[in-house]
């Protein structure tokens, strides 16, 4: 008996939108529901920050690709619904940041994201 799978995860498109620094590609990559919660230096566990819907995603995804720096898709791991990823990031000045993303899939686009960022300093 075939199964007929579903849309699945574009895993080229997120490597061409993190590297190429195309915020474009990146938001094609989320549902229009979707929504991102970030922990960093300025967000802690118990207050991330909370971005909801395409419009507030694109944002910050034009914000962080916009900047002068280097961005690089270090692993991506999907299985099923799900997908976990690993990026590298590095201004001029030598300040790095490593950032680590847990997704949530439906139909191919993400839904729920929650990412963990680390800095130098």
Same mark, same amino acid.
């Given at each position: 008996?075939?199964?007929?799978?579903?849309?699945?995860?574009?895993?080229?498109?997120?490597?061409?939108?993190?590297?190429?620094?195309?915020?474009?590609?990146?938001?094609?990559?989320?549902?229009?529901?979707?929504?991102?919660?970030?922990?960093?230096?300025?967000?802690?566990?118990?207050?991330?920050?909370?971005?909801? @819907?395409?419009?507030?995603?694109?944002?910050?995804?034009?914000?962080?690709? @916009?900047?002068?720096?280097?961005?690089?898709?270090?692993?991506?791991?999907?299985?099923?619904?799900?997908?976990?990823?690993?990026?590298?990031?590095?201004?001029?000045?030598?300040?790095?940041?490593?950032?680590?993303?847990?997704?949530?899939?439906?139909?191919?686009?993400?839904?729920?994201?929650?990412?963990?960022?680390?800095?130098?300093?």
């Amino acid at each position: 008996m075939a199964t007929t799978a579903g849309p699945v995860f574009d895993t080229g498109a997120l490597r061409r939108g993190i590297e190429g620094h195309t915020a474009s590609t990146l938001l094609s990559l989320y549902a229009d529901d979707a929504e991102i919660r970030i922990v960093d230096r300025d967000s802690q566990p118990s207050h991330p920050k909370v971005l909801r @819907g395409r419009a507030e995603i694109g944002s910050m995804l034009e914000d962080v690709y @916009g900047r002068d720096m280097t961005h690089r898709l270090e692993q991506c791991v999907v299985q099923g619904d799900r997908a976990a990823y690993a990026e590298s990031c590095a201004y001029p000045d030598g300040v790095r940041v490593l950032a680590e993303s847990m997704v949530s899939l439906r139909d191919g686009k993400i839904t729920d994201q929650i990412m963990i960022q680390a800095w130098d300093e």
